[in-house]
């Protein structure tokens, strides 16, 4: 399966207004962004995590956006705007695709509407149907960034966002996107707080995961969003699980079945063992039944080893937001040298549960290159995302793997490889005997690229047998699609070659040429045969 990148991420949060002062709370563990509280219908008080961001004010209130929660969705995007553009250019319009998820999308502005009508009798001026609809926060992303590709909401309450990333991962899979714009927002509204009050799940204090003093959850708001890609990053979304247990409508199934097996998912999709996650950012909402369910799957499957830490004492629970906000808190430990985010709780281990290796104080690090994040909703809709630094591994010099010699030769290194897979480095400025005028390439070039890519990939393939590579290959049918007349010079491309059928001795390849942006320069197919002797190549 083609591997899926994350080119860049973004997140605004209770823990700050941008990512970068997020990431310093975060790591700090701060609880200041749960200092407002909310008055409940039962007369009750109850701390909610505000974005510190007046969603009100004219620098958000921008184009027309409608809701806040898609305020908070374009405030996310303004960080990473730029990188998105770069790479949407690149590609054909209906390749680029955006999925988000959101549990209440504009339930807060359809309450504000039903106050002043009851108030008033009339409905406010700026008040539109199309504001709650579920589906408008991808379509005013899609139609701000000109998208042509698949546009569309996922909603599954707690897990929608995770789900949403999970979503879009396999558009990239599936050859339908090269690029998806992926995550989800969500703002606090009086129906929700209202209604996990209903089922006696919010809390008057700060919340308190796993503990034997805890006593449910304090909601928050949020949104994140991240770019994914094909193209080759620094992080990658290397797995995830998704199941869907439908144990009840509202409490987690207590055996876990449906949270197990999508981290088995995750794992598997992966190809990781459990022992090679190095963090885990909990689901942890705080609640008896979740943190006894969660508790049991991580011990069961994770021993009391692996560092964990709920996220949500820090931002309470961010509803559709949490999945994307805490897949971007993994991000964010990632790339700061395994930085954990403390778990702020009590301490006071609940002994009806396992244990498990929570995060005591801030600083604390992980020497990892993958960490996961855990989402549970309401009808043990689950999912799970694995995250993991890209490491580049050793190859052995391009020389031992293919027959070409001298200047014949114009790919220079295998930079990634799998089963049915190879991308390989190349560069023309030594290759003056396929330049014509002004020292230009033309595109057709590129076929032996991808040619000497094959070998590339053969070549690996017979050095885990033992043997060297040798001259022999026939070429068959071949098709090149150039999207430039020229070849890029005094710069890398990078071909891949993907084995898409094999008989005996018969291959077909599909293969890419893309430049160090991640522009396409060119694609095709070539058809293969190795000759297993002299006859054979007669």
Known sequence: MLPVYIQAFSTITPLGRSTAAGARGLFAGTQCGLSHRAVLIDGREAPVGRVPLDLSDDACAVRGLRSDNNRLLFLCLAEIEGRFAELAARQPASRVG??????????????????????TGVWPDDHLLATQELGDPALVLASHLGIRGPAYTVSTACSSSAKAIASAARLIQADICDVVLTGGGDTVCGLTLNGF?????????????????????????????????RYSAELRLAGWGETSDAYHVSAPDPTGTGASTAIY???????????????????????????????????????????????????????????????????????????????????ERDPALPDIALVAQPGQRSDCRYMMSCSYAFGGSNAVLILGRVMAPAFPPIERLIPHRGSMRLIDRVVASSESTVTVAASLDRSPQFAIKASTVPAYVGLEMMAQAVSAFDGLRLRKEGTQAEIGFLLGVRRLMAHRATLPQNCEVFVSATMTFQDGRMGVFECEIVDEDGGKVADGSITVYRASDTTDRR
């Open 98 to 119: 955006v999925v988000v998820g959101t549990s209440t999308s504009g339930m807060r502005e359809g309450e504000r509407a039903f106050k002043a009508r009851c108030e």
């Open 197 to 229: 009050a209903s089922l006696d799940a919010i809390s008057s204090h700060l919340s308190n995961p796993f503990s034997r003093n805890r006593h449910g959850i304090n909601l928050g708001e949020g949104a994140a969003l991240l770019i994914l890609s």
């Open 265 to 347: 998912q995750s794992l598997k999709r992966a190809g990781l063992a459990a022992s090679e996650v190095g963090y885990i950012n909990l689901h942890g909402t705080g609640t008896p039944l979740n943190d006894a369910m969660e508790a049991h799957v991580v011990n069961g499957i994770f021993g009391a080893e692996t560092p964990c830490s709920s996220t949500k004492p820090l931002t309470g629970h961010m509803l559709g937001a949490a999945g994307a906000c805490e897949a971007t808190f993994v991000a964010l430990s990632l790339m700061s040298g395994g930085l954990l985010p403390p778990h702020r709780w009590d301490a």
